[in-house]
């Protein structure tokens, strides 16, 4: 953010808004793609403005990840929480909104795409979905296909893979929503 303001100050005869996005991801992907849309629709920057922190409050995302692995490498998790989880089955379950992360525990990775669809759906409709993985697109192909009665009519959702950075953390095998509950 702080960089961002400061590249913000540089542009002095353009305007420019910094507006945290509290997401990642697609999370953010879905906010951009809105902004830029408004604003060549002739939109004026107050009005994207408030747009995106309109949209920001209603986006959630929700991951479930296939191994606790990548967060004991990352140190994450110490060597008796990974012992643990391994042992029980125990695999997190992560919510971002409005920059503030979250966990659930679930046992299975099958019981967690399970419930991670069932967040998108408490949701009721969307106006935006993606879709994100880390090296797990056929269960990301999945995921979609569970949530698809949410995806607004004519709207197709983003797919894709998260970025390195937060890959190398949760490592493979991961898949997710990102969801922007209707106004």
């Known amino acids: ?14 305007p420019v808004a ?16 809105d902004a830029a849309q408004r604003a060549l629709a002739g939109a004026h920057l107050s009005e994207v403005v408030e747009a995106v922190r309109s949209r920001v409050a209603r986006t959630w995302t929700f991951a ?3 191994t606790v692995e990548f967060l004991r490498r ?14 029980l089955r125990i695999l997190p379950l992560l919510k971002m909104h409005e920059g503030e992360a979250d966990m659930e525990r ?16 408490e949701l009721g409709p969307l106006e ?23 995806v607004p ?9 998260v970025t390195p950075v937060i890959g ?7 898949a997710g929503v990102v969801c922007v509950a209707k106004n």
């Not at 679930?106 to 759906?121: F, G, K, N």
């Open 106 to 121: 679930v046992r299975t990775h099958r019981r967690a795409m399970h419930r991670v669809v069932e967040l998108a759906s």
């Open 18 to 33: 910094v507006i945290d996005s509290g997401q990642l991801t697609l999370g953010v992907g879905l906010a951009v793609v």
């Open 64 to 66: 479930g990840l296939a």
């Open 153 to 161: 009519a004519g709207a197709s959702p983003l797919f894709g893979q």
């Open 128 to 150: 935006g979905l993606a879709i994100v993985h880390t090296n797990a697109r056929e269960q990301a192909s999945q995921m979609l296909r569970r949530v698809s009665d949410l």
């Open 74 to 87: 990352s140190g994450r998790l110490s060597r008796f929480q990974y012992e643990l989880a391994a042992l």
């Open 168 to 174: 190398a953390h949760i490592g493979p095998g991961a």
């Open 1 to 14: 953010m702080n960089v961002a303001r400061l590249a913000a100050k540089s542009f002095g005869s353009v």
